[in-house]
């Protein structure tokens, strides 16, 4: 089993940043990728970005590209979100996933106007 922790949710204004951390431990070893997903109230959940588990390989929303980052920590098993420019609708509970079965729990953004 895969086990995801996320971190580094909270309240910031527009036009601000935040890093979330997925921590995975587990049978990471089977992992061969992982990624952010986000779902805001009433509304489906989307993908946002993802790694492969080397981080060699990346992919990101049209709606992200040019302000968020995903990153991988190989040796603390750990993927970062670096979201920069923040914007009110960017506002959502943030998921980490891998391989798109293993999800954590989630953590909320809140973008102010």
């Known amino acids: 089993q895969v086990q995801l922790v996320e971190s580094g949710g909270g309240l910031v204004q527009a036009g601000g940043s935040l890093r979330l951390s997925c921590a995975a431990s587990g049978r990471t070893f089977s992992i061969y990728s992982m990624g952010w997903f986000r779902q805001a109230p009433g509304k489906e959940r989307d993908f946002v970005a993802g790694?492969?588990?080397?981080?060699?390989?990346?992919n990101l929303a049209d709606s992200v590209k040019g302000r968020f980052t995903i990153s991988k920590d190989v040796a603390k098993n750990t993927v970062y979100l670096q979201m920069n420019s923040l914007k009110p609708e960017d506002t959502a509970v943030y998921y980490c996933a891998a391989d798109g079965k293993h999800w954590g729990r989630g953590t909320q953004v809140t973008v102010s106007s």
């Open positions: 790694i492969n588990w080397s981080g060699s390989a990346t």
